[in-house]
């Protein structure tokens, strides 16, 4: 079972930053054999991925230049770098854990609650 709390997100204009962070937690986690990713939901819209990492990290291609992905496994977090933010990029970000990299949300069986991200245009 492994215990996933997100942070970072809040109101910013188009064009801002932001850095989301997820802390993972577990008595039999072992985070550094662990994917992580990070997927969004906006009002009305499936959830859709915006990127991964394992030992090397994966996006979406609508993030490419703008994200980035990147772990702490001595602090057993991973974070999600928001630059040139977009008011499409507006949503609830989630943060997934599972054994393998994958871009399917349906791949990930442990997620966190989420974090709200608004970006204003």
């Known amino acids: 079972q492994v215990q996933l709390v997100e942070s970072g997100g809040g109101l910013v204009q188009a064009g801002g930053s932001l850095r989301l962070s997820c802390a993972a937690s577990?008595?039999?986690?072992?985070?550094?054999?662990?994917?992580l990713g990070w997927f969004r939901q906006a009002p009305g819209k499936e959830r859709e991925f915006v990127a991964a990492?394992?030992?090397?990290?994966i996006y979406t291609d609508s993030v490419k230049g703008r994200f980035t992905i990147s772990r702490d496994n001595a602090k057993n977090t991973v974070y999600l770098q928001m630059n040139s933010l977009k008011p499409e990029d507006t949503a609830v970000y989630h943060c997934?854990?599972?054994?393998?990299?994958?871009?399917?949300?349906?791949?990930?069986?442990?997620w966190g609650q989420g974090t709200q991200v608004t970006v204003s245009s």
């Open positions: 997934a854990a599972d054994v393998d990299i994958s871009r399917v949300a349906a791949a990930y069986r442990s």
């Open positions: 577990g008595r039999t986690f072992s985070f550094s054999n662990y994917a």
């Open positions: 990492i394992s030992w090397y990290p």
